[in-house]
């Protein structure tokens, strides 16, 4: 059955990809629908995103719903199931919004017990790079804890400190500072 | 990192003269006191021939430098130095004693055949003239700086009686690519070269006290643990007390055991690594952030940060964990202790109003001097092996860059430009 559609699934794959080379999205197509085996050529026109006019539609729309058999970790990752909480000035308190995240991925946890899961604890950088390694595992441990309690497998999951050294934002201003003190997810291969 | 990241330096020094006897205790009284007089020494460049003309400048400029910043010495003006060839004067050392020179280094140097040949004699310029040493150095002709930082250390020993800082490094951490490297440099800020390949974070490199290595904290495997980096290159894996997070090491002064942070036992406390056994003992019991733990120098104490009464500050106790008592009550958040060689003193980066100043606390007192004051943020103190320099992390350039300062705040130097150096250690004298 899979031999028979892949003549379509290839046409789609194509079309996939001009739509996203031409949007300049780089997200993976899904991995049951192949590679198309060498790109035509005006595949390559679509290479320069800022300039190019938007390609015209090659085919008309031919809406297919797949689902694939099993996302990528990569895909799971990028497509933000377990979504990042953060917390307040030298705190490791999960507020009332954290722990509303929180409960969306015990959740999601629960249902995919496979994955290794990595709890990233991040600071911002008013602090002391010392001690603010230790306040991001405070805060990677506190978010695992809540996980466990609420019945997801602590074993799957491991609590990484990183400090204030990978700041999600670059900025020295209070909106950056609090992007950065947070807790986020990485589903681990 | 397979190289020799220590690059070897071998500087062979004889003593072609008797050795000399002690600096008179005089000058040692003088320099020690408040208020010394700044010994005149002149430094004039050793006689080469026009190949070697170009090391013979720069060993002369690095020992002016060295014996400048070591605070001990005042420079005779290089542009009177030609008064001394046309002097009428009946000896040599009358002359230099006519330009202002108490004291003078001459020398000949050579760079030929792959070696550099320097031969340096240090004098009195009064007591008629007494040689006070007459030695030769050598070595491979890149390590010309090196060469004089040791002629430079050998004057400190001999004129002030005190062991010269000239011949130290500092490690440091470097953005590299996406990551933090370790870096080394000589104590000026020359010579500056990467020690790590790792692609990932690295913090806070500590020299051991007895040895060419150096312990570190790196993410190169996952979670943040120790890793120890020996002068072949090789880095091993500290065998800490387990949990996802083993940082902070500072070693004890006999080198063989790591005091560190870790959150085996839940959250972060101190525990202390004994590397022949790789047994870790645990130190402190507290539910708060107990982290950046650091051995005083005769290894009774380890001071370190806590935020178990509030917001981080520095706390002491006795090496078995026993004992433990408040240090910092300066600001409102401190880290970063740093013990000074004799013990008397232990600087630290407390905030206030938003910025870290690097502050000292005079440990019999408790009294408190803060170093320097509202530009940008200063960081990570670590003194120089003498006791007499602290080296820091400053971000009043906009990035953060390593300074040197006197102990007591002044003479403040740049040592790097990248605006991405943080968390020094001055190494101890190399042995």
């Not at chain 2, 600096?23 to 070697?52: C, L, N, Q």
């Not at chain 2, 990551?179 to 500590?206: A, F, H, Q, W």
């Not at chain 2, 109003?353 to 408790?366: C, I, S, Y």
């Not at chain 2, 408190?368 to 350039?397: K, Q, Y």
């Amino acid at each position: 059955m899979r031999t028979t559609r892949r003549p379509i699934l290839t046409a789609l794959a194509i079309v996939a990809t001009l739509t996203l080379a031409a949007s300049g999205c780089k997200k993976k197509a899904p991995e049951t629908v192949p590679e198309p085996p060498s790109p035509p050529a005006p595949i390559e026109e679509t290479k320069a995103p800022d300039t190019a006019p938007p390609a015209a539609e090659p085919f008309p729309s031919q809406k297919v719903n797949t689902t694939p058999v099993e996302q990528s970790i990569d895909d799971l990752n990028r497509s933000g199931v377990l979504k990042t909480v953060y917390f307040a000035y030298d705190s490791n308190d999960i507020d009332p919004a954290a722990t509303a995240i929180l409960q969306g991925n015990a959740t999601w946890l629960k249902g995919h017990a496979k994955y290794n899961v990595e709890v990233g604890g991040h600071c911002d950088e008013r602090g002391s790079i010392g001690y603010n390694v230790a306040l991001g595992d405070r805060r990677a441990n506190a978010v695992k804890s809540y996980l466990v309690s609420l019945g997801a497998d602590g074993s799957k999951l491991v609590a990484v400190s990183y400090g204030e050294e990978k700041p999600a934002d670059p900025g020295h201003d209070e909106s950056a500072f609090a992007k950065n003190r947070r807790a986020e997810f990485t589903i681990k291969p | 990192m397979r190289r020799t990241v220590f690059a070897t330096v071998l500087v062979a020094t004889a003593a072609l003269a008797q050795e000399p006897s002690p600096a008179p205790g005089g000058i040692r009284d003088v320099i020690s006191g408040s208020g010394f007089t700044k010994i005149k020494i002149a430094i004039p460049d050793p006689a080469a021939d026009a190949a070697s003309a170009e090391a013979a400048r720069e060993i002369a400029q690095t020992v002016r430098d060295d014996l400048d910043f070591s605070g001990y010495f005042e420079i005779v003006d290089p542009s009177l130095y030609p008064l001394t060839a046309t002097s009428k004067e009946a000896t040599p050392a009358a002359a230099w004693a006519s330009v202002g020179a108490a004291s003078v280094a001459t020398g000949t140097v050579s760079v030929s055949g792959g070696k550099l040949d320097l031969r340096a004699k240090l004098m009195n310029t009064t007591e008629s003239g007494t040689t006070l040493f007459d030695r030769r150095y050598g070595g491979p002709p890149d390590l010309v700086r090196r060469v004089a930082h040791q002629l430079a250390d050998d004057i400190v020993q001999q004129l002030t009686g005190q062991l010269g800082i000239a011949s130290t490094w500092i490690a440091f951490v470097g953005k590299h690519g996406k990551g933090k490297e370790i870096y080394m440099m000589d104590y000026d800020g020359r010579r500056v070269r990467r020690i790590t390949t790792t692609g990932s974070i690295n913090l806070m490199p500590t020299w051991s006290p007895v040895a060419q290595r150096l312990a570190f904290m790196s993410w190169r495997t996952g979670p943040p643990s120790i890793d120890v980096l020996d002068a072949d290159g090789k880095v091993s894996r500290a065998t800490t007390a387990g949990g996802t997070m083993n940082i902070s090491p500072d070693w004890s002064p006999d080198g063989r055991r790591i005091v560190y942070a870790s959150n085996a036992a839940g959250n972060a406390e101190i525990f202390i690594l004994d590397l022949s056994s790789g047994r870790s003992t645990r130190l402190t019991s507290s539910p708060a952030i107990d982290t950046s733990p650091t051995f005083s120098p005769n290894g009774r104490e380890i001071a370190f940060t806590s935020d178990r009464a509030g917001p981080p500050q520095i706390y002491v106790m006795d090496a078995e964990g026993l004992n433990v008592r408040r240090l910092t009550t300066d600001g409102n958040y401190a880290d970063a202790a740093a013990w000074s060689p004799k013990g008397d003193k232990i600087a630290f980066a407390s905030r206030v109003e938003g910025r870290f100043d690097v502050v000292v606390l005079d440990v019999p007192t408790g009294a408190t001097t803060r170093l320097t004051h509202a530009e940008g943020n200063n960081e990570n103190p670590r003194w120089s092996p003498d006791g007499r320099h602290i080296v820091f992390a400053s971000s009043r350039g906009g990035g953060y860059d390593l300074y040197t300062m006197r102990a007591d705040g002044t003479d403040v130097r740049r040592l790097t430009r990248g605006g991405d150096a943080q968390t020094p250690d001055w190494s101890h004298r190399i042995p």
